[in-house]
């Protein structure tokens, strides 16, 4: 055996694992989990890796020299968190799923809600920082906030949210 193809193998292994790679994680309609390298409306961004070997951790924190810092009242300055649903938080049959954004600071008029359900649009009142989903069939869902200033265009998105609904099986126990 050669010892020269092992590490043939290992340096083509770490070359790739060098660059930078971005994974998207989505579900659809029908509550299937796709992944997948291109972003998609909805879809969660849950890898990224690469490497810099020059960056140390003094220094990777700190703004880049040049980069404009979020201007007050911008969305980027603000914080959103959708805070209900918990994340990987499971709802059993006929349950209502609270939904609530916590944004600060507060949104001034010019500001707009829109909420992503798996994706789509969910059809709410631009201002609607809570409201409940209900009637929803089994399956994983996710939940994405975006805040958009109607002046300036600018926005700003909450992290993802996953959450499941669970409906007991006709077979179970329970139903006999």
Same mark, same amino acid.
């Given at each position: ?10 340096? !083509?292994?770490?070359?790739? @694992? !060098?660059?930078?790679?971005? #994974? ?8 299937? %989990? ?45 914080? /959103?968190? #959708? $805070? ?5 938080? $499971?709802?059993?049959?006929?349950? %209502?799923?609270? !939904? ?12 707009? #809600? ?30 994405? @906030?975006?805040? !958009? ?21 006709? /077979? ?5």
């Amino acid at each position: 055996m050669h010892l020269r193809k092992p590490w043939l193998l290992v340096s !083509v292994l770490v070359a790739f @694992a !060098v660059q930078a790679a971005v #994974i998207y994680k989505w579900t659809d309609a029908d509550g299937v %989990v796709h992944y997948s390298d291109q972003a998609v409306p909805g879809a969660e961004k849950i890898a990224t890796s690469s490497i810099n070997r020059s960056a140390s951790p003094s220094t990777s924190s700190r703004p880049v020299a040049g980069a404009n810092p979020a201007k007050p009242g911008s969305p980027a300055s603000y914080q /959103l968190t #959708i $805070t209900s649903p918990a994340n990987e938080q $499971t709802f059993f049959n006929d349950d %209502v799923a609270p !939904v609530h954004l916590d944004v600060q600071p507060a949104l001034k008029p010019s500001h707009a #809600i829109t909420w992503h359900l798996n994706g789509k649009p969910l059809d709410q009142p631009p201002t609607a920082v809570s409201f409940s989903l209900q009637g929803l069939e089994r399956g994983t869902y996710v939940l994405t @906030a975006t805040m !958009v200033d109607q002046e300036t265009g600018d926005s700003q998105n909450s992290q993802s949210v996953t959450f499941y609904f669970r409906q007991p099986s006709a /077979l179970s126990p329970q139903h006999r």
